[in-house]
């Protein structure tokens, strides 16, 4: 009798050993209409939503190497927000990455590199205030502080050509500064208004108003020739969005729903500087219900500041052992999650929130995997003046239908991956042929896609040229 109460008494000491605790229950559920489902906890299988109105704030951070599924969560949580809340998103995209995705959601995409930016617009503000942003825009990416005479320079040649003209540029300003000989000053800014560059240079398109309320809208930053451009270009768009977010004023909503995603995704430069207006929309982006998501690789990137003032954040794989040490030192978990870190496959998270009740020690715990809903995925293949477009599953369907066996699927998915879901018709073409296929039955499976005859033609002439061309290049090694 002893023996075995001993026994069980030290079992259940063994089960408080392997599980660590998780948050409350109460804490986690929540109605599918309130809060973001985004997945189970590992040990106990709570079901965790994440519900704006029981957090500190609506902030997120998503911290993870390479491949480990931090833009598949900014993905999953902006798609289940807007179902759930109507709520608006605008993703700084400095890689491109989101392009597909928000056009495949209904989403619109600005290209930066097509679109002008002025970045002297007034956007209805004061000119002493905007002179006073601009500035801080320049201590950020020239170093301006560091420049004190040239900063003033910059200052007051601001102020002079408010003065002369209705709508200044850029480039104004830096021949002002030449004008007045402030050759080091003018220096100092024309890497911004560089010739062939004027995405800077011209009377806005862009409708700063419109991006904030037109449901998901991604701005593709990576056409912009350089990271510094690309750095103002966004500084710029959250200062707009700033002054924007104070304008509408604050909302009597006790839900807290969000009515703005703002997603920044390795936009290292700006979130590293505690003067940029990533740190003020954090701030004050709660009274506004306006929300920061922010991603990284390197989580020493972002600013402590950033760190304190985040009320959600999922750490997914982390390799670096200084850069757990720099999350672990802002958050602090046990050595147990610290090693599941390390060693998390795709998709697997620690999660850290911050509840306003605070009733709850535990603030990071294991979620079993972010259960994201795969978007419907479009294929598209190039051929011609025309692109075929199909659904994935479908085109698998069609190709398992043709014959081909599992490992041949898995090759063709790989290719159009790797492509980002868009590949060439002749590409198409030569894994088929590469796996025994004959002409007449690719012919017949192109048609059925969909392609028209004079494309195929052309696809058809373009393999051949292809291996022409290879023809003669190996020819060409063999001497
Ligand atoms: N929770 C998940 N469940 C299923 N698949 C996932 C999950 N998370 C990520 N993936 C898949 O893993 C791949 C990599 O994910 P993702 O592109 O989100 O990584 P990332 O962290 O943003 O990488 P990078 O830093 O290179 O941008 C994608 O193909 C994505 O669909
Ligand atoms: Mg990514």
Redesign the pocket.
């Known amino acids: 009798m002893k023996i075995s109460y001993m026994l069980s008494k030290d079992v259940a000491r063994n089960m408080i050993v392997v599980h660590p605790p998780e948050p409350r229950k109460d804490l986690l559920l929540s109605r599918p209409a309130e809060g973001v489902y985004l997945g189970k906890t590992r040990f106990l299988g709570t079901p965790v939503f994440w519900d704006p109105s029981k957090l500190i704030n609506p902030h997120v951070a998503i911290i993870?190497i390479?491949?480990?599924?931090?833009?598949?969560?900014v993905k999953t949580f902006i798609t289940r927000a807007s179902l759930i809340w109507n709520s608006n998103a605008v993703i700084l995209d400095w890689v491109g990455?989101y392009n597909n995705w928000v056009k495949q959601a209904g989403g619109r995409v600005i290209n930066l590199s097509k679109e002008k930016l002025n970045i002297l617009d007034l956007v209805g503000l004061p000119k002493h205030s905007r002179i006073k942003q601009i500035i801080s825009a320049f201590d950020i990416l020239a170093d301006l502080k560091s420049f004190p005479q040239e900063r003033d320079e910059i200052e007051d040649a601001l102020e002079n050509i408010y003065e002369k003209k209705r709508k200044p540029l850029l480039i104004d300003l830096v021949k002002y500064l030449e004008r007045k000989n402030r050759k080091r000053a003018a220096r100092l800014l024309k890497r911004f208004a560089a010739e062939g560059s004027d995405f800077f240079g011209g009377k806005s398109t862009l409708d700063i108003k419109k991006l904030t309320n037109s449901g998901l809208v991604c701005v593709d930053l990576h056409g912009l020739p350089t990271e510094e451009m690309r750095s103002l270009a966004g500084l710029t768009i959250l200062q707009y969005i700033k002054e924007f977010m104070r304008a509408e004023g604050m909302t009597e909503d006790s839900d807290r729903r969000v009515r703005l995603f703002v997603v920044l995704d390795e936009a290292w430069k700006i979130a590293q500087d505690e003067r940029s207006d990533v740190i003020t929309i954090l701030r004050e982006g709660r009274k506004y219900n306006f929300s920061i998501i922010i991603?990284t690789?390197n989580p020493t990137d972002m600013h402590k500041t950033i760190f304190s003032n985040i009320g959600t954040i999922f750490i997914?794989r982390l390799i670096l052992k200084e850069y757990r040490d720099y999350v672990r030192e802002s958050i602090g978990y046990s050595d147990f999650v610290d090693g599941e870190i390390s060693r998390f496959g795709?998709?697997n998270a620690a999660m850290n929130m911050i509840f306003s009740k605070r009733q709850t020690k535990v603030s990071t715990f294991l979620l079993d995997?972010?259960?994201?809903e795969?978007p419907l995925f479009i294929y598209k293949i190039r051929g011609g003046k025309m692109d075929v477009e199909i659904e994935r599953e479908q085109f698998i369907r069609m190709l398992y239908e043709l014959g081909l066996n599992e490992s041949q699927l898995e090759i063709v998915r790989k290719e159009f991956?790797k492509k980002d879901g868009v590949l060439e018709g002749e590409k198409v073409v030569e894994i088929l042929e590469r796996f025994g296929y004959s002409k007449s039955s690719i012919i017949s499976f192109l048609r059925q896609l969909g392609f028209e005859e004079k494309n195929l033609i052309r696809v058809f002439s373009l393999v051949k040229m292809r291996k022409a061309t290879k023809g003669v290049v190996n020819v060409v090694m063999e001497e």
């Not at 390479?66 to 969560?73: A, L």
């Not at 995997?369 to 994201?372: A, F, K, L, N, S």
């Open positions: 993870g390479t491949g480990s599924g931090k833009s598949y969560t990455e991603a690789q997914l795709v998709g995997r972010i259960d994201g795969d991956e």
